[in-house]
């Protein structure tokens, strides 16, 4: 068996910040020629939200990120959104939700 190292601590060594998948990890992006404060969440139990991105809904307990306008916004104004949906935010269309059989205007 292999000894134990013994690790000196450096009070200069920076201690990593959070994770980007976890935790409350808080920026500001521009979608839509705003500034929105984006916060990546790890999951709630117990409530489902709709992605505004693909209109398909988020359960319980699956990590997502909130999104809100940086000025003038309240709790009404929050958005749930799937990672890789917020991700792709520039690149999709608009949604438009029509039945199978519906004219394409």
Known sequence: MSPRRNRISNP?????GPSPFGGSLRRTETYRGEEWVVQTVA?????????????????????????????????DDRRHWHRACWGA?????????????APRH
Not at 12 to 16: C, K, Q, T, V, Y
Not at 66 to 75: D, L, M, Q, R, Y
């Open 12 to 16: 200069d060594r920076e201690e990593p």
């Open 43 to 75: 999951g709630t139990a117990g409530r489902h939200y709709r992605c505004p991105g693909c209109d398909q809904e988020i359960p319980p307990g699956v990590g997502h990120v909130v999104a809100w306008p940086e000025f003038g916004a309240g709790v």
């Open 89 to 101: 935010r520039e690149r999709r269309t608009s949604n438009i939700q029509r039945g199978r059989g």
